[in-house]
């Protein structure tokens, strides 16, 4: 729960299961976070392996994000929570 219990990081994996997302389309996608925060989630779970970072140009600097496997494991565990949720009408 460490890991994945903190806010944002599973609306984070959600949105990168499709496909890899630059730091700018992510904010967008989470309006309520502040880039500060989304930052320092990106970089706590590029530092537990939910996530992949790639810097595809340097001037001006992109990076995209991408679901690791690690990442799509826990999001596994976000769908259980999301049916028992569901289920009991929470």
Excluded: C
Excluded at 6 to 25: A, C, Q, V, Y
Excluded at 63 to 74: E, N
Aim: glycine share 4%; net charge positive; hydrophobic share 45%.
């Amino acid at each position: 729960m460490r890991i994945i219990g903190n806010k944002w990081t599973g609306s984070i994996l959600w949105h990168l299961k499709d496909e890899p997302m630059r730091f700018n389309e992510i904010a967008r996608q989470l309006s309520g976070a502040s880039k500060k925060v989304l930052a320092e989630r990106l970089k706590a779970m590029e530092e537990n392996k939910l996530i992949t970072r790639k810097v595809i140009s340097s001037k001006p600097v992109a990076v995209q994000y991408a679901i690791a496997d690690r990442g799509l494991s826990a999001l596994s565990i976000l769908e259980v929570l999301k049916t028992w949720t569901i289920e009991n009408n929470l």
